[in-house]
Nanobody, 123 residues
């Protein structure tokens, strides 16, 4: 069974940085893309960023473009999300997910999900 485990969330102040990690484990893990999504209280889950396991393809939501960077370590089966210049509106539970699709922003196209990690940005 493929498992995704996020870590790195926490409480930070506006303007601070935080790096999330997502480690994939289990039977041979073959997916085309890994994505980060987030869900704030009372809101729908929204796409944040995605990256291809092979090649250099990435995709970002407009709301995080220029502030967040997604990267991967293929040898460690780990994906990272570096979040700079955090804003109050970045507060949410952040989930990583795996997909056979290519850099999709649609949650339903991701078939494996982590348990989520809370990111809280205070003023």
């Amino acid at each position: 069974q493929v498992q995704l485990v996020e870590s790195g969330g926490g409480l930070v102040q506006a303007g601070d940085s935080l790096r999330l990690s997502c480690a994939a484990s289990g039977r041979p893990f073959r997916r085309n893309s890994m994505g980060w999504f987030r869900q704030a209280p009372g809101k729908e889950r929204e796409f944040v960023a995605a990256i291809m396991w092979g090649g250099g393809g990435t995709n970002y939501a407009d709301s995080v473009k220029g502030r967040f960077t997604i990267s991967r370590d293929n040898a460690e089966n780990t994906v990272y999300l570096l979040m700079n210049s955090l804003k109050l509106e970045d507060t949410a539970i952040y989930y990583c997910a795996a997909s056979f699709s290519v850099l999709s922003i649609v949650p339903d196209l991701y078939d494996r999900w982590g348990q989520g990690t809370q990111v809280t940005v205070s003023s």
